[in-house]
């Protein structure tokens, strides 16, 4: 037991850890000046004339045009 609780540490560490050093700044995308940019707006909800481009800060807020 003690070696399966060693070998899911081990590729927790190799997997995840090793991602967050190679892509830190993944998880925080914030693109809310982008989308002022392009004249958009950030909403929960677009209406059905407007286009849903990308999130703005977080998964559930779109960029909407």
Known sequence: MKTHLFFL???????VL??????P???NLDLRNECKMKKGRCKIYCSEF????????????????
């Open 18 to 23: 090793q991602a967050k050093k190679m892509f």
């Open 50 to 65: 407007e286009y849903r481009i990308a999130y703005c800060i977080r998964p559930g807020v779109h960029c909407c045009l």
């Open 25 to 27: 700044e993944y998880g």
């Open 9 to 15: 540490i081990l590729l927790f560490w190799v997997t």
